[in-house]
């Protein structure tokens, strides 16, 4: 028999995760990366090369959290720095980002190597597993481990280092071949059942709920049950609500779903949970965003009941009344249960308190809105910022995306698509930074829409400050011959911030956060895209038209109007910042 053949361990490594049917790799392509280039190359993997390693671990975060499966962001040694913002993104939605990075050899490991960085320590606090691989025979262990991990349980971003002398050198093909698991495939992650005695407790406070409401978080996306969750909530009368920051689990304009479990930006989410007797959430944590369980967002008068895929969940959110161990699912599947065994008797008059309530909401606010832009048509102002995403979404329909980025601007488009969705608005997806709130996400995330859904209009509503934080990410539109379009709501500098200024300073100024005129349009055309300058909201949809139909990566600048938005106002009031924080 002949001696079996070598590869390099880079190969080994593509090699490796071509078997967990990885479909898409995102790197800056340097010297380090070029063993396993050739590997993804000779397994015909997409590799999308990108001008920078934080853009290269956003689009991975973001086709990850679009299709629900690991992904791969690939850097060497010096690109794991640019990386870290992205592994906190991904850590914030538990995305399964496997994220590959070059270290200096190991053989010299400690000894002041090239580009030496203690990167595994680094990266253990914004990932689930974070390890060097020690053995060049080994890396199909690692890259088994480092998968199972990443979409095990409580799903989330993984860390490998990889010594760049594993990289170059030269190992068996089928080295460790002949050791457990002896197949690579992939397998089905393993999900909790609830312990009946558990279940039958919690189902019992929840059957004699008067006025329930569900709350559901990422858990319920990752475990791919928002289906079920839809199913049940419909069937038994239960309002639904989303929490903020995280994926949005149905559609805004279904009539079960009410808004963001927030009361700055959907207000009637106040009086549902000071009316609810009893709050059910599944798959969300009581962190920050959940007033950690507390009131007044939580009243002491109702029973908070939280449902959880992992240990790692429940031991989060030890506020809670109740908890349960078990995969969003099954949960939803024991609910629907109690109605087919007669146990469910909760009319639709709760429910439609909460739908009445979102109504009255949306019909004023609109109205509010209206009058302000009328006014600022007559007097010259420019657009107000929650004007400009209901604008563009009257240019969207049913199959395409919607995504935004900012600080202010991410706030009112939040508030615009749950007014526009009340109204019949019909979105494919929308798609915006997470719980870390990072800027600069949003070119990324569109990418990544975009490149999925290649027939579907892809538009990004991203702030001045968010697109100067990512906006290079563009190139790779423009590269990879993705027409995106760019809505930049152009306040002129870091409204966000300047507007808490204004409230918190003395003198009531602001500081340290404007921004020169920037002509963002015009950096589109000089790269061979479309752009326009809009100055009024009468030039708004045309020209959103027309960068759609120029299948460019293409950009609207629009002069807006900065106006704080209602969450940005709490966090700088006495009085209302106790109910976020």
């Known amino acids: 028999m002949g001696e079996a053949k070598r590869m390099r361990g880079g190969n080994l490594l593509a090699r490796a995760l071509h078997e967990k049917a990885i479909e898409h790799v995102f790197t800056l392509a340097g010297g380090f990366c070029n063993p396993a280039l050739e590997g993804f190359m000779e397994c015909q993997m997409r590799v999308i090369n990108c001008p920078h390693e934080q853009i290269a671990g956003h689009l991975a975060d973001g086709h990850a959290r679009l299709t629900r499966k690991p992904t791969v962001c690939l850097v060497g ?3 794991f720095a640019n ?17 590959v990075t070059g270290s200096s050899t190991l053989k010299r490991q400690g000894a002041g190597g090239f580009k030496e960085i203690d990167d595994v320590s680094i ?15 080994r890396i199909g262990e690692f890259v088994d481990r480092a998968y199972k991990i990443a979409t095990s349980g409580y799903p989330g971003p993984v860390h490998l280092s990889m010594p760049v002398d594993i990289m170059f050198s030269s190992y068996p093909e089928n080295a460790a071949s002949q050791e457990r698991p002896f197949s690579p495939n992939t397998r ?14 919690v189902l019992r406070i929840i059957s004699v709920a008067k006025r329930p409401i569900l709350i559901g978080g990422h858990g319920v996306w990752w475990s791919n049950t928002e289906g079920q969750l839809e199913t049940a909530a419909r069937d038994l009368n239960i309002p639904f609500f989303n929490v903020p920051y995280h994926q949005k689990l149905l559609g805004e304009d279904n009539d079960i779903y009410m808004g963001l479990a927030d ?27 959940m007033n950690f369980g507390n009131p007044p967002l939580f009243p002491d008068t109702l029973e908070l009941i939280c449902v959880n895929g992992s240990h790692e969940e429940i031991d989060f959110n030890r506020a809670a009344d109740q908890v349960l161990l078990s995969d969003p699912g099954a949960f939803f599947d024991a609910l629907c249960a109690l109605k087919d065994a007669g146990n469910w008797r909760l009319e639709r008059s709760w429910l439609e308190l909460n739908k009445a309530k979102r109504d009255e909401w949306v019909t004023q606010s609109l109205a509010d809105v209206q009058t302000e832009t009328e006014h600022a048509e007559q007097s010259g102002e420019k657009i107000h910022p929650l004007q400009l995403p209901l604008d563009v979404q009257t240019c969207l329909g049913s199959n395409d995306f919607l995504l935004f980025d900012g600080g202010n601007t991410h706030f009112w488009s939040e508030i615009a698509v749950n007014l526009a969705g009340w109204k019949g608005q019909k979105l494919a997806g929308i ?45 790779a539109a423009f590269q990879e011959k993705m027409p995106i379009v760019v809505v930049i709501d152009n306040n002129g500098g870091l409204d966000c911030i300047s507007q808490q200024q204004e409230r918190l300073f003395e003198s009531g100024d602001h ?10 349009h015009g950096l589109f055309e000089g790269m061979g895209g479309h752009g326009e300058l809009v100055e009024t909201h009468a030039e708004l949809v045309p020209a959103l038209k027309r960068a759609i139909a120029s ?21 700088t009031s006495k009085r209302d910042k106790a109910s976020i924080e």
């Open 123 to 137: 990266a253990a606090p914004l990932t689930k597993y974070s390890a060097s691989i020690t053995d060049g025979e």
């Open 263 to 289: 009361v700055h930006q959907y207000p009637p989410s106040k009086f549902a949970l000071e009316e609810c007797d009893v709050a059910i959430m599944v798959g969300g944590r009581l962190d920050n965003q």
């Open 188 to 201: 089905t992650p393993v999900r909790a059942w609830p312990e009946p005695a558990a279940l039958e407790a």
């Open 431 to 475: 798609l915006h930074p997470g719980s870390y709130s990072m800027l600069g996400c949003g070119v990324s995330f569109a990418l990544s829409a975009k490149n999925l859904n290649p027939k579907s209009t892809v538009v990004l509503i991203s702030g001045d400050g968010a697109f100067l934080s990512g906006g290079l990410s563009i190139e």
């Open 77 to 79: 040694p010096e690109g």
């Open 83 to 99: 990386a870290v913002p992205a592994m906190v993104e991904a850590w914030g939605e538990r995305s399964p980002v496997i994220f």
């Open 551 to 571: 299948g460019k990566p293409a950009c609207v600048n629009v002069k807006a109007k900065g106006v704080i938005s209602p969450i940005v106002l709490a966090t």
């Open 511 to 520: 500081f340290a956060t404007d921004f020169r005129n920037i002509p963002f």
